[in-house]
T-cell receptor, first 114, second 115 residues
Framework: NAGVTQTPKFQVLKTGQSMTLQCAQDMNHNSMYWYRQDPGMGLRLIYYSASEGTTDKGEVPDGYNVSRLKKQNFLLGLESAAPSQTSVYFC?????????????FGPGTRLTVT | AQTVTQSQPEMSVQEAETVTLSCTYDTSENNYYLFWYKQPPSRQMILVIRQEAYKQQNATENRFSVNFQKAAKSFSLKISDSQLGDTAMYFCAFMKHGGDDKIIFGKGTRLHILP
């Protein structure tokens, strides 16, 4: 049982380049999330998806797009990377329901935009 | 909108001592959940403890316990007999019950356990 996996683990981009961060979970969870973590800022929600095919903006969605075409996958896209997007990105998933609250996190992706 | 505030950016305690991390939150909801997550240097986020707002009894997990004061909107984490492995960032988090599935995190407290 792999849990939540993220690829890649590290990435360096030049300003203006595009890329997609991939997240996969094998726990049949309904909800998936993308966060960014910056020093002194904690985890800030970028986008989340309560179910396959649905997505909603979080606190800091500008400059990102997401896709949830399959229940197990949640993709985070950067169309034109900017230095302000240098951060550590975490994906998480959760089995929604009255008795299941915990979010399970992936190991993170460290992204540097130069 | 809900907010979560951790007023202690950084703390240090001696090994085996007891330490309390503070967290306050703001919400108009009555039913919600509160969490403490630990992030060690490995960067992995680990759930430490959770509390349902409708439960008056404070949650406990081994050396970790919370002091949940619903009226004061306070949710502190107490670590007893602290160990070197407790060195980590600790995040307080809030989720409302039956809502939009969002979890709001505080900015974290960096805890150092000194040998």
């Amino acid at each position: 049982n792999a849990g939540v996996t993220q690829t890649p683990k590290f990435q360096v981009l030049k300003t203006g380049q595009s890329m997609t961060l991939q997240c996969a979970q094998d726990m049949n969870h309904n909800s998936m999330y993308w966060y960014r973590q910056d020093p002194g800022m904690g985890l800030r929600l970028i986008y989340y998806s309560a179910s396959e095919g649905t997505t909603d903006k979080g606190e800091v969605p500008d400059g990102y797009n997401v896709s949830r075409l399959k229940k197990q996958n949640f993709l985070l896209g950067l169309e034109s990377a900017a230095p302000s997007q240098t951060s550590v990105y975490f994906c998480a998933s959760r089995l929604s329901g009255p008795a299941t609250y915990e979010q399970y996190f992936g190991p993170g992706t460290r992204l540097t935009v130069t | 909108a809900q907010t979560v505030t951790q007023s202690q950016p950084e703390m240090s305690v001696q090994e085996a001592e007891t330490v309390t991390l503070s967290c306050t939150y703001d919400t108009s909801e009555n039913n919600y959940y509160l969490f403490w997550y630990k992030q060690p240097p490995s960067r992995q986020m680990i759930l430490v403890i959770r509390q349902e707002a409708y439960k008056q009894q404070n949650a406990t997990e081994n050396r970790f316990s919370v002091n949940f004061q619903k009226a004061a909107k306070s949710f502190s984490l107490k670590i007893s007999d602290s160990q070197l492995g407790d060195t980590a960032m600790y995040f307080c988090a809030f989720m409302k019950h039956g809502g939009d599935d969002k979890i709001i995190f505080g900015k974290g407290t960096r805890l150092h356990i000194l040998p």
